[in-house]
């Protein structure tokens, strides 16, 4: 399935084909996008583009392809050029024609945008967790000999003596400003961008108020 190309008499060459598509690597963004999707089918529900009805089986559809993904053949044979396409493939499979309503009002642009940051706030908490286990290792490890004296390095050259678990907190320090970090990113990334069309026509009133609601996030800007 391709996004575009309805205009051209030939096919693009396979060196093409090979450089544009991404749905080797961006595969790891189905279940942000299969969530993404499911949360504009019910915003496209309350402003009356969607009906009940019609919300419930997308939304259906959407939770059977995620189910689907998690086994080893759901990309065996797939052409698509990336994963949002390869989804809304697998949704007109399931769901039929009403799986065109999910673009109402909806740009690639803010698909990626949304995709891209779901899955990053679940990478921070993923690397926070990583190093909170190192963090307590640290610790654990600093307790149990108190009183250790070792040398301290200055320039590849034996210094001042220090006790171990001083040295051990030095580290516990670099990892706990790494841990910090991390969280001002996730905090960044809790911008939401649905809707973000590509022209200012295109704008739907989808509930970004509603949006906007939503504890510990904002939202993004007009594009």
């Keep these: 399935m391709k996004l575009w190309g309805g ?3 030939a096919g693009p060459s396979e060196v093409f084909e090979r450089f544009s598509g991404s749905l080797d690597f961006d595969r790891r963004l189905i279940d942000s996008d299969i969530r993404g999707s499911q949360a504009f089918a019910r915003a496209l529900e309350r402003v ?21 993904s998690a086994t080893p053949a759901f990309y065996e044979g797939a052409t698509d050029e ?9 949704l007109k499979e399931r769901a039929g024609k009403v799986a065109d309503k999910i673009h109402t009002g909806r740009s690639r642009n803010e698909q990626v945008s949304l995709d891209t940051r779901l899955w990053l706030r679940e990478e921070c908490d993923r690397v926070r967790a990583l190093l909170e286990g190192v963090m307590r290792a640290l610790l654990e490890l600093a307790a149990q000999y108190p009183d250790a004296v070792i040398p301290g390095y200055t320039h590849m050259r034996r210094a001042q003596a220090v006790l171990w678990p001083h040295y051990l907190l030095a580290y516990f320090e670099m990892f706990a400003r790494d841990w910090e970090r991390f969280g001002e990113a996730r905090r960044r990334l809790s911008c939401w961008p649905l809707p973000e069309p590509c022209a200012p026509s295109d704008r739907p009133p989808s509930g970004r108020a509603r949006h906007r609601r939503r504890p510990r996030s904002r939202m993004s800007s007009w594009c």
Excluded: M
Aim: glycine share 4%; net charge negative; aromatic share 6%.
């Design 7 to 9: 205009r051209f008499e």
């Design 48 to 68: 009356g583009i969607l009906t009940a009805a019609e919300r419930a089986e997308i939304v259906a559809a959407f939770e059977a392809i995620r189910a689907e």
């Design 82 to 90: 990336d994963v949002h396409t390869l989804v809304i493939r697998k």
